[in-house]
């Protein structure tokens, strides 16, 4: 069955660096969303992207992410400037029609 | 605005059938979903069901959904040491790029 992959599985970056998370939705998908989990705590959404443009983001996603689709595949978050409290797990999924299909995820620490 | 409550935990015993309870706010939901996360593990989609259906069977589990209380709940029958993790339900509301609001999570504890 096909899967939203994730890589890499563990990042750890200092305080101040830029990352990049990687996606690769399921290959016939249309859309994509991120969102993240910080320990302990609920899922929450951060953004969603369709037809090559943001269709919704939330209060989280402030100037410092942002999300490309650069080829037909791959669906990225970067982060700018990382900080401590942008430690978390950061969830990739994409859907065509019902239900959201997720990827292992990304666990984010920053130093 | 969108609000998912459920209750932080749950212990059952082996082989009995546990109930996840959970609450929602918007009356506007389309989509209610059941997603299991394992220790330092992923979301995995246990199961989902449409806004205009009162119950989904699957196997071992159970959904039912109370629209005018805006209650999901979550039977699993016979429950295993297995089903240990934690058990979040999820809304989507419209079609359109709708994202998921989940709820805080419920653990599920079964013991021997």
């Known amino acids: 069955e096909p899967e939203v992959t994730q890589t890499p599985s563990h990042q750890v970056t200092q305080m101040g660096q830029e990352v990049i998370l990687r996606c690769v939705p399921i290959?016939?998908?249309?859309?994509f969303y991120w969102y993240r989990q910080i320990l302990g705590q609920k899922v929450e959404f951060l953004v969603s992207?369709?037809?090559?443009?943001?269709?919704?983001k939330s209060e989280i996603f402030d100037d410092q992410f942002s999300v490309e689709r650069p080829d037909g595949s791959n669906f990225t978050l970067k982060i700018r400037s990382t900080k401590l409290e942008d430690s978390a797990m950061y969830f990739c999924?994409?859907?065509?029609?019902?239900?959201?299909?997720f990827g292992d995820g990304t666990r984010l620490s920053i130093l | 605005g969108e609000d998912v409550e459920q209750s932080l935990f749950l212990s059952v015993r082996e082989g009995d059938s546990s109930v996840i309870n959970c609450t929602y706010t918007d009356s506007s939901s389309t989509y209610l979903y059941w997603y299991k996360q394992e220790p330092g593990a992923g979301l995995q989609l246990l199961t989902y069901i449409f806004s205009n259906m009162d119950m989904k069977q699957d196997q071992r589990l159970t959904v039912l959904l109370n629209k005018k209380d805006k209650h999901l709940s979550l039977r699993i029958a016979d429950t295993q040491t297995g089903d240990s993790a934690i058990y979040f339900c999820?809304?989507?509301?419209?079609?359109?790029?709708?994202?998921?609001?989940f709820g805080t999570g419920t653990r599920l504890q079964v013991t021997l």
């Open positions: 999820a809304e989507s509301i419209g079609d359109t790029a709708s994202k998921l609001t």
């Open positions: 992207f369709y037809n090559n443009e943001i269709s919704e």
């Open positions: 290959s016939n998908h249309l859309y």
């Open positions: 999924a994409s859907r065509r029609g019902q239900p959201q299909h």
